[in-house]
């Protein structure tokens, strides 16, 4: 390079001034994220710098559904093979107990819904049975159960409503864990002492004249507010003749409904079809529309009932998604071994990290605070 040249390079330099510093990484906050992974572990994560920092070793194989202990000190996992539950305490990071119902020649399995004692004293479970016969397995009916956790047995079978056995249940314990909560066509309720029906809340009479019932095939969110369940319903409308998408937050000690609708219904596969996550304040959440080659991301403004924007982006084919400790992040995850990063606001992807191992569970965010 001659000296002309050098010297016309220096001037540009000069002239085009520093290199622009690398932009600043957004961070979802400080907790710190658990998530059930194989082959047989929870993963721990630290928010703030996005690395996993340990791991919860089980023995009962891989987690398939987790929830969190009203008191958040507990893990209760029910493995991958339906059978055998595990404790997990999340302080000492170790698995404390492990059970399963069946013996000998019968097992039991057990389905997705089930829900802990605030107190810790047992768990709801919905269960059926199937002994091994010489020429045949004979199959039980669905069984709800009180399974005692310091006995390690069950202590009573629920009688289920109006004598109608179910698959599938979605089940909540009251803040201070005296009555349950059972959602069907109507919201059955339980004291807990004898696991009785005290009363009924007949939410499926419409919400308001000539409105449809509120379908309650939408799980609740894990972290709304003790007491509470909100989740995405569906209603039929009269008129029209189709089915409507609504938000609902049901205040199961007031019976009070606060349901504001959204549009039309979107396709349903099992339970994956739509899902929310509702962001720290409770003032929005974030809603993730699944369906074969067509992803959306919902901003719902939860204080004012709008629905602010539907974002399409390229998702995957199963998926499940959780909002930062900060409400600025959204996580992604489920199937596969990576996490995608989104912006909560433009819903950019920001990044991936990578683990090494498939998730499994549900992911929680637990803050110190909480």
Known sequence: ???????????????????PAPAEKRSGGNATLYVGARPNRILILDEATESVTGEIALRAGAPGEMILSGDRRR???????LETLEVVDIAARASVD?????????RVRIAEGIAADPKGRFLIL????????????????ATLVQYDLEEHKVSRTIPWPDAQERDEVQVLLSPDGRLMYLFAEDVFIYETEGMTQV???ELSKPVEPGFGRLDFAAQGDSDEEPGFYSGLFSVQDPVAKRRILGMARIDLVGKAVDFWTLGPDVPRNRGRGLSVSIAPGRLRAHGLVQD????????LDLANHRLLSRTEFK?????????????KLIYVYQAGNT????????????????????????MFVLSSRK
Request: glycine share 8%; proline share 4%; no cysteine.
């Open 1 to 19: 390079m001659t000296r002309r040249a050098i010297l016309a390079f220096l001037a540009l330099a000069v002239l085009a001034g520093p290199p």
């Open 339 to 362: 996490i995608d990063i989104y912006d909560a606001t433009s819903y950019r992807l920001l990044r991936t990290l990578e683990l090494d191992g498939e998730t499994t569970t549900q």
């Open 292 to 299: 074969i080659g067509h992803y959306e991301f919902w901003t």
């Open 315 to 327: 998702g995957r084919p199963r998926m499940r998604h959780k909002v930062s400790s900060n409400g």
């Open 199 to 201: 009363d009924r809340w």
């Open 126 to 141: 919905n269960t059926r049975a199937a002994t091994k016969r010489v020429d045949r397995f004979e199959i039980g009916p």
């Open 75 to 81: 893990f209760y996992i029910v493995a991958h093979d």
């Open 98 to 106: 492990v059970f399963r119902l069946g013996a000998g020649d019968t």
